[in-house]
């Protein structure tokens, strides 16, 4: 009885955060590269709307788009919010029709705001 509290404590905490190996690559994507170039911009985009084949960081970070906007980047560090913002900003501004496709599939409703 004695080790069952450290045993749940251990797996609570590694089920607590499943994706958290995930958000840690955000800051690893060039997002210098992505939001100065269209083309490079756009194949994430399509990536992240599967409609086409993805970087492997982006195909990784794809699967917590869902989970960021809903908890409103709830999980992210700030240098991962940043970068969040910074690519959300960039193309709710230039990309606009991308930004309306973008919530028309993750966020039907408007209930969430990055």
Not at 27 to 45: C, G, S, T, Y
Request: proline share 6%; aromatic share 8%; charged share 30%.
């Amino acid at each position: 009885m004695i080790y069952v509290l450290p045993i749940m404590l251990f797996v609570g905490i590694c089920l607590g955060k499943p994706n958290r190996h995930i958000y840690e690559k955000i800051p690893q994507v060039d997002i210098d590269e992505v939001l100065q170039n269209d083309d490079v911009l756009l194949h994430h985009f399509n990536c992240v709307m599967e409609r086409s084949g993805c970087p492997d960081l982006v195909d990784e970070i794809k699967l917590i788009v869902p989970e960021i906007i809903q908890t409103n980047c709830g999980m992210c560090t700030e240098e991962e919010k940043a970068v969040v913002k910074r690519v959300s900003h960039h193309v709710m501004e230039n990309k606009p029709e991308m930004w309306k496709e973008f919530a028309e599939k993750y966020d039907p409703e408007g209930k969430f705001n990055l």
